[in-house]
């Protein structure tokens, strides 16, 4: 996963994208303006056919959408009050948990071993079985 700076400026180059697409849906489906004493034609030019779909209420949609990411973002960014002190001892806190989390882990690959162990240890023992059974079948005394 990213870190917060590099999520914020993936959400602010996304903003960038809806707001140019957004501009050029307006010009591919908007029709035109006529100026007076501009048409060399004297005739209408003609109107596209309106669009399909309400790009105007799906465009607000995603910019207010990564508006709100960008709202989060910046709010989950550490705030100028917080001091190299505070971040130090959050840091410390962080690999505290990771430390705990590191011995929980090894733990439970131990005892993953261990069942493995067992497991191959039955199946040993049902192939022994197995090939005994086979042996007393083969030779009918």
Avoid: W
């Avoid at 914020?8 to 697409?21: I, P």
Wanted: proline share 7%; net charge negative; aromatic share 4%.
């Amino acid at each position: 996963m990213a870190d917060r700076l590099t999520q914020l400026q993936d959400a602010v180059n996304q903003m960038g994208e809806h707001f140019c697409n957004s501009v050029g849906i307006l010009q591919q489906c908007a029709p035109p303006s006529p100026f007076q004493n501009f048409d060399k034609l004297g005739g209408k030019s003609p109107v596209p056919p309106p669009p399909q779909e309400d790009y105007a209420a799906m465009f607000s949609k995603l910019i207010a959408r990564t508006a709100k990411d960008i709202d989060v973002l910046i709010d989950s960014l550490p705030s100028v009050e917080s001091s190299q002190e505070l971040q130090l001892k959050s840091l410390q806190v962080l690999e505290i948990e990771n430390q705990d989390a590191a011995k929980n882990l090894e733990e439970i690959v131990k005892q993953g071993e261990h069942l493995l162990q067992q497991i191959q240890e039955a199946q040993h023992d049902i192939a022994q079985v197995q090939l005994q059974c086979q042996a007393l079948m083969g030779n009918p005394t």
